[in-house]
């Protein structure tokens, strides 16, 4: 096992279409979490996985964020109708039980 | 509500010992979490602190107080490569189950 593994590693798109990003954990991990980080930022929570079940979403994931994570194995996680607040990076972390996370180099998402 | 501060910046030189302070202010507390982020790079983990004290990890150190609210990294015998971001993250149990709060960080530079 190599990590976490995110997809794409860069991401442009014209505001209003819709992204989709693809986030491999650790795979033995039971939790997956989604951060936003802008620059200069820490990264900011959106949403974990425990298994298949969603567990938390931040006030911060607007109705246009959606993400799944199927057999409780890889993740995605869907952007519609991008703004271009929406530009950052994406980053994906798992972890086994209350452990620290492990990160995924992230996607970098520019709206235009 | 949830806020971390830590310093925006610090500069050190080569060889010196540099100290990192962190605060935090949270309705719960379930450790507290210290990775360094190179730019346009995946944080990754350097130490965590559950109890109150001094975790020592070769160069790099993490103390907690849990009653005063604060932490610091202490890095030691300084090199090049150790200039990055330090982010401070709590866990909070009562929000986000396991999902870590995050600082803004603190961008260390160090020069020769």
């Known amino acids: 096992d190599t990590g976490v593994s995110q997809d794409p590693r860069h991401k442009i798109t014209k505001r209003g279409q819709n992204v989709t990003f693809r986030c491999d954990p650790i795979s033995e991990h039971n939790r997956l979490y989604w951060y936003r980080q802008t620059l200069g930022q820490g990264p900011e929570f959106l949403t974990y996985f425990q298994n298949e079940a969603q567990l938390e979403k931040s006030r911060l994931l607007s109705d246009r964020f959606s993400a799944e994570r199927p057999k409780g194995s890889f993740s995605t996680l869907e952007i519609q109708r991008t703004e271009q607040g929406d530009s950052a990076m994406y980053l994906c972390?798992?972890?086994?039980?209350?452990?620290?996370?492990?990160f995924g180099s992230g996607t970098r998402l520019t709206v235009v | 509500g949830q806020n971390i501060d830590q310093p925006t910046e610090m500069t050190a030189t080569e060889g010196a010992i540099v100290q990192i302070n962190c605060t935090y202010q949270t309705s719960g507390f379930n450790g507290l979490f210290w990775y360094q982020q190179h730019a346009g790079e995946a944080p990754t983990f350097l130490s965590y602190n559950v109890l109150d004290g001094l975790e020592e990890k070769g160069r790099f150190s993490s103390f907690l107080s849990r009653s005063k609210g604060y932490s610091y990294l202490l890095l030691k015998e300084l090199q090049m490569k150790d200039s990055a971001s330090y982010l401070c993250?709590?866990?909070?149990?009562?929000?986000?189950?396991?999902?870590?709060?995050f600082g803004k960080g603190t961008t260390l530079s160090v020069s020769s």
């Open positions: 993250a709590v866990r909070d149990k009562d929000q986000a189950g396991t999902a870590l709060i």
């Open positions: 972390a798992s972890s086994q039980g209350g452990a620290g996370y492990t």
